[in-house]
């Protein structure tokens, strides 16, 4: 009896750790994947911001190619090339792959949880509001990550 007892106790004990094991593996997941979204979300903002600076670099208007946007919602990848064609997170192109080189893109290769968007509001003559939002999913649903900045034309 004492040893039905004790091999309770110590089946208790393992099925406790497993199911601690299993969840801190979960959250793992959902850590990383957060991480790499909101990473993905601040490179959007600074794809922008290194296109307005090269605008002044070049004695170009200070939103040139960015607040002349047909309809403020446009993707961008790591090269700083703007695609106007996506105006949603769900359609395709807004779709983000892993290329050969490592960086992530709109046209790679591997595919990822990832699409990002990026959207322009509030244009005045000397600044706008710049978001950046980043979508994933997972066997626990849809996430979104945004990250928002105000660009200034301060030269």
Known sequence: MEIAVAVFI?????????????YNMQAEQVSKRQLVASQLAQEGLELV?????????NDLAWGEGI???????????????????????????????????GFYDHQGSTSTPYSRIINIKDI??????????????????THKYKA????YDWR
């Open 148 to 151: 928002e900045t105000e660009l």
């Open 49 to 57: 911001r290194n296109r307005r600076d090269n605008n002044w670099l």
């Open 10 to 22: 110590v089946s208790f004990g393992i099925v406790g750790v497993l199911a601690l094991i299993h």
């Open 124 to 141: 005045e003559s000397d600044n706008f509001t710049l978001e950046s939002t980043v979508q994933w999913s997972d066997q626990k649903g």
């Open 67 to 101: 607040t002349n946007l047909s309809d403020n919602n446009f993707i961008v990848d790591y090269e700083g090339s703007f695609d106007e064609s996506v105006d949603s997170l769900n359609e395709d192109g807004a779709k983000l792959y892993l290329n050969p080189q």
